[in-house]
């Protein structure tokens, strides 16, 4: 399977719609009494030599403000100031809060535009620097090479989603850290902003700056420098959504963006074992780990295509379900690169397959002849998967509603697809308000060209970039589609999006 997803869409402030997506989880599979119940201790304790996952105390800025508290959403009065940051270049935290390459981040106060909200002011006031030093002061601002704009920004109860749109241009390797400090920090000094998450033409802040992977997913992978799948269980599904496997579950497809400082299939297996959660995020979803305790050793694959991946830690495994549900997660989340053939996993030194008692791994045999069913992918909301506003997508299987046409089949899908599919799995889907007619669908030199007409209908500023997500997804999962261009009643549907 190939993709190409190249997120283009510049965001526009739209009419904030609640989406219901709180579905809860279903009922909690509860071993019966002579079920066996598989846990497996390290022998001895083992180096960890594998990358330290980053946590989320890591990822996020945590500063507090020290400002009194201002509401950002009223105009800011006349005279009202506010903090803007600039850099100490390897002031190393003298002067300010140590960042980067051995920086220091320093507040400079200036006077607020009354006519604006006091964020977008501030916001407003730190991009219209275009000088690289801030007046005499000697104060570097890495943002003044860049074009920006505050497109819009929403409120959440646990964070603050600021859109902006134009271009961003590094000055090199360090000025990453550095926008990055200036933005948040700008932000945060407001008492209602607890956090902040940055688009950019609606793509998240960090996938913009962070650079190229070190190394690309094979072609059987997800197909680009960008993405990567795990996997999880819909249980009793019996294949109707996904590949069917042992208990009559299906096996679910999960999109997110790579760790750009990790290889793929290092960032596959960390970002499989990091879900400790039983259920993935808000949806039904089902994890067969979320029990364990799991720490990647290494992951390395040779040259006659052997993956060899090693795991220490804690293994729990609940039911007699869970042992197939367990190995074919793990094993499906390697083999999904093409230069692998065949997969062997050990924890704590001991064999995947005796851990699981030797339950079958893999999957059932397609039952469908190839080409009569496609995938359409659907958004799994605030997973910090890496697209919009932290979300993974998840491909649910459907069938090809036109022969010969797997492509028009798979967008036809997404554009009708019946929500009762998939709202009561905690997944949404963008388009379910809309009403597009597909008037042209062409492949040509690995571009499809997809041309909409009809009425799009969005909620809030995170359904923008959900938009060309879910197209360009379900469009290259084609092994002839590398990149998409898509139309809405004449117009580029960039164009479109950015008047929202």
Do not use: W
């Not at 989603?161 to 200036?182: K, N, Y």
């Not at 589609?481 to 117009?491: M, P």
């Amino acid at each position: 399977m190939k993709r190409n997803l190249s997120i283009a869409a510049l965001i526009g402030l739209a009419l904030l719609v609640a989406v219901g997506c709180t579905a809860g989880p279903g009922a909690v599979e509860t071993p019966a009494a002579d079920t066996p119940v598989v846990t497996v201790e390290p022998q001895e304790a083992a180096t960890d030599t594998s990358a330290p996952a980053v946590t989320e105390e890591q990822a996020t800025v945590t500063t507090e403000p020290t400002a009194e508290p201002e509401a950002t959403d009223a105009p800011a009065d006349e005279g009202d100031t506010a903090r803007l940051y600039l850099i100490a270049l390897e002031a190393g935290g003298e002067e300010g809060e140590s960042i980067g390459c051995g920086d220091a981040l320093v507040p400079v106060e200036v006077e607020l535009d009354p006519s604006l909200p006091p964020l977008e002011a501030a916001l407003s006031a730190l991009l219209a620097i275009d000088e690289e030093f801030y007046g005499q002061s000697g104060l570097y601002n890495a943002l003044y090479q860049s074009d920006l704009t505050v497109a819009g920004i929403q409120m959440e109860p646990d964070r603050t989603i600021i859109a902006l749109e134009g271009d961003l241009v590094l000055g090199g390797t360090c000025d990453s850290p550095r926008i990055r400090a200036q933005l948040e920090q700008t932000a945060l000094q407001f008492d209602d902003v607890p956090g902040v998450e940055f688009l950019i033409n609606g793509e998240p802040l960090n996938a913009v700056i962070a650079g190229d992977p070190v190394q690309a997913p094979t072609p059987g992978g997800p197909g680009t420098v960008e993405e990567v799948f795990m996997y999880m269980v819909l249980r009793d599904d019996a294949g109707r959504l996904g590949r069917l496997f042992g208990c009559n579950d299906s096996l679910m497809p999960v999109l997110l963006h790579l760790d750009p400082t990790l290889e793929p299939l290092t960032d596959a297996m960390q970002q499989l074992a990091g879900v400790q959660s039983e259920f993935y995020g808000r949806t039904q979803l089902y994890n067969s780990l979320y029990q364990s305790e799991l720490r990647l050793r290494s992951a390395e694959v040779s040259g006659d295509g052997v993956a060899r991946i090693a795991f220490e830690g804690h293994v729990e495994i609940a039911g007699e379900c869970d042992l197939p549900r367990f190995r074919t997660q793990l094993e499906q989340t390697v083999l999904q690169f093409d230069d692998v053939s065949e997969v062997e996993i050990t924890i704590n030194g001991e064999p995947l397959e005796t851990i699981t008692g030797g339950a079958q791994g893999g999957l059932a045999p397609q039952a469908q002849a190839v080409g009569s069913v496609v995938q359409v992918y659907l958004v799994a909301p605030e997973t910090e998967g890496g697209f919009g506003c932290g979300d993974s997508l998840v491909a649910i299987e459907q069938p090809a509603a036109t022969p010969g046409a797997p492509l028009r089949s798979a967008l036809e899908s997404l554009f009708t697809l019946d929500p009762s599919l998939y709202e009561p799995l905690g997944l949404y889907n963008v388009f379910a308000q809309s009403n597009l007619m597909i008037q042209q669908v062409s492949i040509e030199g690995g571009t499809a060209t997809i041309a909409l007409r009809g009425d799009l209908l969005l909620g809030g500023v995170c359904d923008n970039p959900r938009v060309l997500a879910q197209i360009e997804a379900t469009a290259t999962q084609f092994d002839t589609v590398d990149a998409v261009v898509v139309t809405l009643n004449g117009q580029p549907i960039e164009d479109v999006l950015s008047l929202r």
